[in-house]
């Protein structure tokens, strides 16, 4: 099934999306910071959700792992 249909894989999605994008902005800031408009701007907001909200970020990581590894 595909990632848009199934809920659970599309915050599986969302979140590595979030954590993908703070990560390069952490390598590369100036790759994210030009594009803060238009299509691309959406992976400057993902970097700042990152950003901003790491600990809630690191902890739907933890509870996301442990969805997928013990309760599928």
Known sequence: M???FNFQSLL????LLICTCAY???LAPSLLDKNKTGILGIFWKCA????R??????CCCVVMAFSILFLQ
Do not use: D, H, M, N
């Open 48 to 51: 700042r959700i990152g950003e």
């Open 12 to 15: 599986t999605v969302i979140l």
């Open 53 to 58: 909200k790491s600990p809630w970020v690191a």
């Open 24 to 26: 390069i902005r952490a």
């Open 2 to 4: 595909s990632a848009i």
